[in-house]
């Protein structure tokens, strides 16, 4: 079975500094990963995906991500934090060859952006 | 494309009264999916149907039932509603080909008094 575990339930970051979330993942064959967000009162939105076409994998609104198989993390990263990103984040795994892609999700990080 | 939709948005019951959550998507999406969300808890699966005509449990189902009525619809039923089951409940769905990102509906909001 897979599980994901995000380090860190609340990152505060200051505007214009970088923003590192942490995710770590767990499954006994290689995995599709993913990194949701989710802004107040509102549904998931995907922001990217790792496929295994490329370990360093763009999202939308500057984030981007970087697969390590060997410390079996994704972490999500932002070189310039701006308000608009205080938001919660989830890491997800799905396992590949189903034909129905269950996810499992973290257990979150709530963002901050301090002006 | 309004992609993912759940009715209501917001609803209130009373310990053990019952009620049916909806949800519809326009994507040709072949699995749909429930899930709730709690503080500090991420986002937990109750039930999820890989296919029409087909669900199965996920990690939390009891207290639920599921109603794959056709390819678009899919919905969610609390049979004598309690507490512990105050979230939000989000739906979602997927392609079930490539990669398969789930895209999510907007959630109901449920509180049991």
């Known amino acids: 079975a897979q599980s994901v575990t995000q380090l860190g339930s609340h990152v505060s970051v200051s505007e214009g500094a970088l923003v590192l979330l942490r995710c770590n993942y767990s499954?006994?064959?290689?995995?599709?990963l993913f990194w949701y967000v989710q802004y107040p009162n509102q549904g998931l939105q995907l922001l990217l995906k790792y496929t295994s076409a490329a370990t360093l994998v763009k999202g939308i609104n500057g984030f981007e991500a970087e697969f390590k198989k060997s410390e079996t993390s994704f972490h999500l990263t932002k070189p310039s934090a701006h308000m608009s990103d205080a938001a919660e984040y989830f890491c997800?795994?799905?396992?590949?060859?189903?034909?129905?892609?269950?996810?499992?999700f973290g257990q979150g990080t709530i963002l901050t952006v301090h002006p | 494309n309004a992609g993912v939709t759940q009715t209501p948005k917001f609803q209130v019951l009373k310990t053990g009264q019952s009620m049916t959550l909806q949800c519809a998507q326009d994507?040709?999406?072949?699995?749909m999916y429930w899930y709730r969300q709690d503080p500090g808890m991420g986002l937990r699966l109750i039930y999820y149907?890989?296919?029409?005509?087909?669900?199965d449990k996920g990690e939390v189902p009891n207290g639920y039932n599921v109603s794959r009525l056709n390819k678009r619809e899919f919905s969610l039923r609390l049979e004598s509603a309690a507490p512990s089951q105050t979230s939000v409940y989000f739906c979602?769905?997927?392609?079930?080909?490539?990669?398969?990102?789930?895209?999510f509906g907007p959630g109901t909001r449920l509180t049991v008094t």
């Open positions: 979602a769905s997927s392609g079930g080909t490539g990669v398969y990102e789930q895209y």
């Open positions: 499954s006994s064959v290689p995995p599709y």
């Open positions: 994507m040709n999406h072949n699995s």
């Open positions: 149907s890989a296919s029409e005509g087909t669900t």
């Open positions: 997800a795994v799905s396992v590949r060859g189903t034909s129905y892609g269950k996810l499992t």
